[in-house]
């Protein structure tokens, strides 16, 4: 998992958090990359720790995209703002120091030359919308190894699932 650049710090957290406690608990050796003072919360890193030492996997964190693609099989990167912003930890989220932050970083792209970094094998996944020619690069994800498309095709079949269960016949 892998912050990439956007050009609106407006981002959710959810997807980061839920993707490397999902990947450490199944066993995964987990890499998480991001520019300094873009870190996941202190609650979600200990989880993930946890449910990788317990599960048989590996947990990491980089502040450098290329030594997290290095032999990757799988790349998820994907932009997300500043846990700084969010309460309780701010009482008014900074966008502006985010956005400072956000645009210092804008080479944090996934490209040809990363993917080449990664396993020959490597995916490509995001759980879409992109920010296409900024997270991501038109021939990355429109390429072979990107599974992007499918697994937002798969996130649809799950939120139906979810309605269906949850709403009154």
């Known amino acids: ?91 008014a989220p900074d966008l502006d120091a985010t956005q400072a932050l956000f645009d210092a970083n804008k080479h944090w792209i996934c490209d040809a030359a990363k993917m080449k970094l990664a396993a020959p094998e490597v995916k490509y996944m995001h759980c879409l919308p992109c920010d296409r020619g900024y997270e991501v690069t038109d021939e990355v994800i429109d390429g072979p190894q990107s599974a992007a498309f499918d697994e937002a095709e798969n996130r649809l079949h799950a939120q139906k699932a979810v309605m269906a269960l949850t709403m009154d016949r």
């Not at 520019?35 to 980089?62: H, I």
């Not at 990757?72 to 500043?82: D, E, G, L, Q, R």
């Open 1 to 91: 998992m892998s912050w990439a650049y956007s050009p609106s710090a407006h981002k959710p957290l959810s997807v980061p958090h839920s993707a490397v406690i999902a990947a450490a608990t199944v066993g995964c050796d987990v890499v998480l990359a991001h520019p300094e003072g873009l870190e996941l919360n202190d609650d979600v890193l200990e989880a993930t720790r946890k449910r990788a030492e317990e599960s048989g996997g590996s947990f990491e964190v980089v502040n450098d995209m290329e030594a997290a693609f290095e032999g990757a099989h799988v790349v998820y990167p994907k932009a997300w703002t500043s846990k700084y912003n969010i309460p309780p930890i701010a009482d």
